[in-house]
């Protein structure tokens, strides 16, 4: 497609603070002498958001002005550091950034409570993917008091992002009246990822799950699929990660669940619609130019779409790891897709 080569596909990243928090995006634009393909507008709402953006120092004089214009700044090399199996127990006093798939690694060995505390995570799994009824979830939540506050945390967000008035949630029974069935899974599969305690990896991995689960639901909708698998689409998005998370295999994890055959066809085969979107999203993390050309290609996506996509995906994962769970219920409406 023509407008594909007018309008490049961009790579974004995330990157952690010191202590290994996201806390900035870092992009990878394409080989160029010119920064006439990018897609300022997009980038520009990208540095709007509520983590500093950085580009590699060292691109060529014509691609800087242009970052430099839509609000993106020049990040030197020493100020970030490259980690690829395991977050460095001590960083170098300049070292400001921290890239790299780190968090990808196995995770520390559960002790004592952990070990209970991951069993229950994988019941919550299979009760959330079975669409259990409500006060079995509940029943479970009741014996992990952290799932529980971390629920109440995010709908009290929610419900102040949406302007509601009166008394805080306390309860899941007014949790699931202001979400809804849908959403509620929808945040009680993200909760599984954030604050994992004695889990180092837990912030990072909580924003690529809400990265890829964000950008395949909206690549789901601009190739066509209707409201029911844009919702799969997610789920594969979330998912997807759930044998990183608990540093087992995913058929294992994925065993005991209730889930379509479009949506394990997709997670262990990459296989049908879903599974084609889930190769988009994970060729971008790679930084493949030429499969997530083909890719796009075969869809078909422009780099447009590509772009508006990632970037509403960068800034839904923003409002979710930094606990605004309000603004990312309406980041669709109000992000970069229409910038």
């Known amino acids: 497609m023509t ?41 520009g709402a990208l540095a709007g958001g509520s983590m500093p953006c950085y580009y590699r120092a060292g691109l060529a004089d014509a691609v800087a002005a242009v970052l430099d214009q839509a609000g993106w700044c020049a990040l030197a090399p020493d100020k970030l550091l490259h980690a690829a199996s395991a977050l460095p127990a001590e960083l170098a006093p300049g070292v400001q950034w921290i890239d790299g798939a780190w968090f990808l690694a196995p995770p520390p060995k559960p002790v004592g409570a952990q070990v209970a505390s991951r069993a229950l995570a994988l019941q919550l799994v299979q009760l959330v993917a079975a669409d259990a009824d409500t006060h079995e979830i509940e029943a479970l939540l009741r014996q992990d ?29 007014q949790a699931i009246l202001i979400l809804g069935r849908s959403q509620l899974r929808r945040w009680l ?26 950008a395949m639901e ?32 995913l058929r294992d994890v994925l065993r005991p669940l209730t889930i379509s055959d479009a949506v394990q066809q997709a997670l262990l085969q990459q296989q ?34 590509f772009n508006r996509v990632m970037a509403d995906a960068y800034l839904w994962m923003q409002s979710v790891a930094l606990g605004k769970a309000g603004q990312a219920a309406h980041a ?8």
């Open 272 to 305: 049908g619609e879903l599974g084609q979107l889930l190769a988009v999203v994970e060729a971008a993390e790679r930084d493949d130019h030429a499969a997530l050309a083909q890719q796009l290609a075969a869809l078909p996506l422009d780099g447009d779409q």
């Open 3 to 43: 407008a594909l080569t007018a309008t490049p596909p961009v790579f974004l990243h995330s990157l952690s603070d010191r202590h290994g928090n996201p806390a900035a995006l870092l992009l990878d634009c394409p080989d160029a002498d010119s920064g006439a393909g990018l897609p300022v507008a997009i980038l």
């Open 218 to 249: 909206l690549l789901a909708h601009d190739t066509g699929l209707n409201k029911t698998q844009q919702e799969m689409a997610f789920m594969v998005g979330m998912f997807s990660l759930l044998g990183v998370l608990f540093g087992v295999d």
């Open 145 to 173: 008091p952290t799932l529980s506050y971390h629920l109440l945390k995010l709908v009290n967000s929610l419900s102040a992002g949406m302007g509601a008035s009166g008394r805080r949630v306390t309860s899941f029974s």
């Open 189 to 214: 599969n993200l909760m599984l990822f954030s604050s994992r305690e004695g889990d180092r990896r837990s912030p990072m991995l909580l924003a690529r799950v809400s990265v890829r689960a964000r």
């Open 332 to 339: 669709s409406k109000t992000g970069a897709r229409h910038a």
